[in-house]
């Protein structure tokens, strides 16, 4: 375990002074990050501006789940897109068989070897959003850190998906329209699932579990959700983290590398 911690502290620290290398980038992901969010808060605000409500949620308690979504968002941005997308890369340039050979876990260093600080405004644009919000309702502190644990798990569960998605590279080698896709259905996760119809509402909880990113930790800060919910969603994220490593290693199998 130290041993991968000390990895850990040395490649997030060459990434990070690799990056501020482009200072101004970080400026414009600050403005772009808040022009983004922004725009989520005006499409949530055309909701409610003439009195209607999702069932169940008020804006403050609508904005708490804008605010959990911004935030792993940021967490994407910072290390699920610069480190998991370039599985495809690896593969296709047969870079992958550097990665093997090391003695090291694979998908400990595909997981982690790069951290992008770009992600940061919507990690901390999420945080404020999330404590504006909960000061406004009076949640207390814990909420707070029952929440985290939800948070915590909806990262597991996302990763696994996301590294599984990007283990089938070794299969059809380019796949960054299903990341893309896989993006683009997680865009459900802004809203409460109380705002979809109820086939929806089965798909973002049981084949894509959306449900379980966002809205099922914005119900454990308010209060709101069941003991089985919060069950549910750990085993959902050991589930699915028992399942990619173990469908990395099933994958691994049929890597033939670019140049054999």
């Known amino acids: 375990m130290v041993k991968y911690l ?3 502290q040395l490649f997030w620290s060459t990434s990070i002074s690799a990056e501020l290398e482009y200072r101004l980038n970080f400026l414009i992901a ?10 989520s808060i005006f499409s949530l605000f055309l909701f ?13 308690e609508s904005l708490i789940v804008l605010g959990i979504f ?3 968002q940021g967490i994407s941005s910072t290390l699920l897109v610069p480190n998991l997308n370039r599985i495809v890369e690896q593969v296709q340039q047969g870079t992958l068989d550097f990665i093997l050979l090391k003695p090291i876990s694979s998908q400990y260093w595909l997981s982690l070897r790069t951290l992008s600080p770009w992600g940061f405004p919507d990690f901390i644009f999420g945080i404020i959003i999330i404590n504006y919000a909960g000061y406004q309702l009076g949640i207390p502190s814990y909420n707070y850190l029952l929440s985290s644990l939800t948070i915590g798990f909806a990262i597991i569960s996302l990763y696994s998906i996301w590294f599984m998605l990007g283990s089938t590279s070794i299969w059809f080698v380019k796949i960054y329209n299903v990341t893309e896709v ?3 259905l997680l865009e459900a996760g802004r809203f409460p699932i109380a705002a979809y119809p109820t ?3 089965f798909f973002f909880t ?5 449900t379980f990113l966002t809205t099922v930790p914005a119900e454990t800060l308010l209060g709101k959700t069941q003991f089985s919910w919060l069950l549910s969603s750990g085993l959902l994220a050991v589930l699915l983290l028992t399942i990619s ?16």
């Not at 600050?30 to 725009?39: D, M, Q, T």
């Not at 409610?48 to 403050?60: E, I, L, N, V």
């Not at 049981?206 to 959306?210: A, D, G, M």
């Open 30 to 39: 600050v403005l772009s990050s808040l022009a983004n969010l922004i725009g």
């Open 182 to 184: 896989l993006k683009g």
């Open 206 to 210: 049981f084949v894509i579990p959306v």
């Open 6 to 8: 000390k990895i850990l």
């Open 48 to 60: 409610y501006r003439t009195g209607y409500t999702f069932q169940g949620w008020s804006w403050q």
């Open 70 to 72: 911004t935030l792993l």
């Open 199 to 201: 086939a929806y509402r």
């Open 245 to 260: 490593h173990y469908f990395w290693q099933f994958a691994l199998r049929f890597y033939t590398s670019a140049s054999s």
